[in-house]
């Protein structure tokens, strides 16, 4: 194998080292970040986490073109957050993301946000119901259980 394919990284490396950054960043924004987290519609956020003042804000990774191309459902998550963003990986064609959500560059050491997610504030009795339920995920993950479900 010559050294230029060593350094192409699969979409599930790729996939977890933009996670990873991209939590890293959140984390450096006084965020708390979950991984995985099913959301009541069913859907899957790639990381959910909340601020000191009970923002949700949601991260959607972006893998690649294909990855972009293939899973167009991120519209249903922004009923289950404040703020909404796509992560990228440095190389993943920016251009072709729709321009009302966040964007974040990140690879496994951290990331920049690119572009500000716009904070559309949830319904009160939404955000007590989902800032709960994230608790008691986060909780019951500290605890070793495999959860993913906010319920």
């Known amino acids: 194998m010559d050294a230029s394919a060593a350094l192409i990284a699969t979409r599930p490396e790729t996939t977890q080292a933009v996670t990873r950054g991209a939590a890293r960043l959140l984390a450096a924004l006084d ?3 979950l991984a995985e987290v ?5 859907r899957r956020a790639d990381l959910m986490a909340i601020s000191r003042k009970g923002r949700l804000f949601i991260v959607e990774v972006k893998s690649s073109l ?23 990986a440095p190389e993943f064609p920016r251009h072709i993301l729709p321009e009302e ?8 050491f951290g990331g920049a946000v690119l572009r500000e997610a716009p904070l559309v504030p949830l319904a009160g009795a939404r ?8 608790a008691r995920l986060a909780a019951l993950r500290a605890s070793g259980s495999p959860a993913t479900l906010l319920e």
């Open 31 to 33: 965020y708390a970040p």
């Open 66 to 88: 294909e990855d972009f191309r293939t899973d167009l459902k991120w519209g249903e998550y922004l009923p289950y957050c404040d703020a909404f963003a796509f992560a990228v």
């Open 38 to 42: 099913t959301l009541p519609n069913g």
């Open 101 to 108: 959500p966040g964007l974040i560059v990140a690879d496994g």
């Open 127 to 134: 955000r007590r119901a989902l800032t709960l339920a994230f």
